[in-house]
């Protein structure tokens, strides 16, 4: 349904929401200006949180200063209508199981249970429209408006939503097209996230650790992953499906208590073939080293094949990408080495929580009027240092039991400088300020932060804070101005999506923070996209010579913290040396030893 907007969209109110599947999220947008934006995991505590995003709708309506009774259209990032004949077509030919089929209804319905879900929140009742935009065409939004071009490529890849796996389309000043997809069965993010759980790495979006892995590999096996997908003339991408499950079987995909689970989506031939499935608990061999290069190595192909075919059709020099395959920051720093792309966008929260702002977008858009670049992610709730206090006070015998003392910095000069020294010194800092990040990337106000040349501060974080496993590789958070001394292109990437090469001469100066394979998965500072954390890392670089800190989430195998209660109790348990919430200062008096 198109709606009738106010005159350039004086005065709306819009209600952004990604529900009923991994990663649940919620954004405001008033007159074409984000207000806020969260994850519901944040708030539950539960990583990929799925299900209707209560908490996340009622923070965003309070930052905003408004109630649902103000709201004028909520947008929903999914549209059962979308592709509705390929889907009643692939039934009618394809026959897959009646339980599939039942659970693809059930979901639907769901999704359009958003009234009663609305309707069953405090305060006034919502009495406007609600909107479901396509899932893909939500994500092409998503990139493209918050972006700093007038005109570019848009591209959308990922697992499945709406039938599609993939769309790509061209925006030019507010408006967007949506020029082509790739239809279910085939999907590269269905490709990786099979090579995930074959490989030991079960739970839903442990990709990252594929990725991680992949650069410990070598191409051994690479002809072998070949045979699983092929390449189109038109740009897109098919798999062979003997290889695979989803497209006949009801692969269970459940939240049970809010957590997504997805049952294995490789077949049988697949083990045949490739051999038994890496048990989660078992070692990590050579083999498994080298079936994830080789993972990752034919995503490339794929992907750039795409890519490629895009630009040489429009002859965009710029790209905005968003959907959950763009979360492969790997991938994402090779773009201007094999594409003739030469800018990248790629907001914070690529993947589905993104579909919240690219749903309420492209109805603001309508209007003809065009929204603000998104710089920053600091789109979360924020803590005064009063909040602070009080809870200091509150677990003041919890404090005193693991031997910490407490301080309040109120010069930020002073403040920064503590942390640098902290820093410096080899100590591992929790990092609390101001709005919390939107997007899976803690950048610089929900951080751990540590010395990224010490060569021993990888094993430190993975073993002692992160728990996590050793081949994961830490990000360098650097100052914007200093890029082009230590990695090989002097790019913008403020939200860390991009893994970019270290220069060789630096790579001995900075062991923690640089991968096996000479690359970081680089974060830029600028003064005016988070003013604090730049000058922490200023204050580090006059110390050092090194304008860069280790940045590293703030959490502990759950969810990035969000309250300052979650942040002390983090750094309780994993005996961080030093916590500052705010201008306050938790530190460990006897340092824990590394």
């Known amino acids: 349904m198109l709606l009738l907007l106010p005159e350039d969209g004086a005065g709306l109110i819009i209600l952004g929401i990604n529900a009923y599947h991994a990663d649940a999220a919620a954004c405001i947008v008033r007159d074409g200006v984000l207000l806020a934006a969260a994850e519901e995991e944040r708030f539950r505590r539960l990583k990929h949180w799925a299900g209707f995003p209560s908490r996340a709708v009622a923070y965003c309506l309070q930052e905003a200063k408004v109630d649902l009774g103000d709201v004028a259209i909520v947008a929903i990032n999914r549209s059962g209508r979308a592709n509705f004949a390929r889907k009643l077509a692939y039934v009618l030919t394809r026959r897959p199981s009646p339980r ?24 006034r009742r919502f009495a406007g429209a609600i909107e479901y935009v396509e899932h893909h065409f939500a994500h092409l939004a998503s990139a493209f408006y918050p972006s700093p071009f007038a005109e570019a490529a848009v591209v959308s890849v990922d697992g499945f939503g709406d039938f599609a796996s993939a769309a790509w389309g061209s925006g030019h000043a507010t408006a967007l097209s949506l020029d082509g997809r790739v239809l279910f069965p085939h999907s590269l993010g269905v490709f990786y996230q099979a090579m995930t759980q074959y490989l030991g790495f079960p739970q839903y979006g442990d990709e990252y650790k594929l990725m991680g892995l992949a650069a410990y590999g070598d191409a051994s096996c690479r002809h072998q992953v070949a045979r699983l997908l092929s390449l189109r003339d038109d740009g897109s991408f098919a798999l ?6 989803h497209h006949r079987d009801d692969i269970a995909y459940e939240w049970p208590g809010g957590v997504p689970v997805c049952a294995p989506l490789f077949s049988q031939i697949l083990v045949d073939e490739f051999g038994p499935p890496r048990d989660p608990d078992a070692p990590i061999e050579a083999r498994h080293r080298n079936l994830a290069f080789a993972t990752q190595a034919v995503y490339e192909d794929a992907f750039f094949h795409l890519l490629a075919s895009l630009q040489s059709r429009d002859r965009h020099g710029a790209i905005a990408l968003a959907g959950g395959c763009a979360y492969n920051s790997v991938a994402n720093g090779k773009i201007k080495d094999r594409t003739a792309f030469r800018q990248i966008y790629l907001q914070s929260a690529a993947g589905d929580a993104g579909g919240a702002i690219g749903a309420a977008l492209a109805v603001w858009h309508r209007t003809g009027r065009r929204t603000t670049p998104m710089t920053h992610a600091f789109w979360g709730p924020s803590f005064g240092d009063a909040e602070v206090a009080a809870l200091l006070g509150e677990r003041r015998a919890a404090i005193d039991a693991e031997g910490c003392a407490v301080q309040r910095i109120n010069d930020e000069k002073e403040l920064v400088e503590a942390a640098a020294a902290a820093i410096a010194s080899g100590l591992v800092v929790g990092w609390f300020q101001g709005r919390m990040e939107w997007g899976p990337r803690a950048l610089g106000n929900r951080s751990i932060l540590g010395d990224p040349r010490r060569a021993d501060m990888k094993d430190i974080l993975n073993l002692k804070i992160k728990r996590r496993e050793s081949f994961r590789p830490f990000a360098p958070s650097v100052l914007r101005e200093k890029v082009a001394d230590w990695f090989v292109r002097d790019d913008d990437v403020p939200f860390m999506l991009q893994v970019i090469a270290i220069r060789p001469e630096r790579r001995g100066q900075i062991p923690a923070v640089t991968h096996v394979d000479g690359t970081g ?74």
């Not at 979901?107 to 879900?117: C, D, H, L, P, S």
């Not at 062979?240 to 499950?245: A, G, M, N, Q, V």
């Not at 759950?558 to 348990?573: H, I, K, M, S, T």
């Open 100 to 123: 599939l089929i039942a659970n693809r209804l059930r979901n639907r319905k769901q999704v359009t249970g958003i009234a009663e879900e609305l309707a069953a929140l405090p305060g």
């Open 521 to 594: 998965r680089l974060q830029t500072v600028d003064q005016a996209g988070n003013s604090r954390y730049h000058a922490l890392i200023e204050a580090f670089f006059r110390l050092t010579g090194v304008p860069m800190v280790l940045n590293t989430s703030f959490n502990e195998n759950e969810p990035v913290v969000c309250r300052p209660q979650e942040a002390l109790d983090c750094f309780l348990r994993t005996k961080m040396d030093l916590l500052i919430l705010g201008n306050h200062v938790v530190r460990r008096t006897a340092p824990a030893a590394h």
């Open 240 to 245: 062979d499906l003997k290889y695979f499950r």
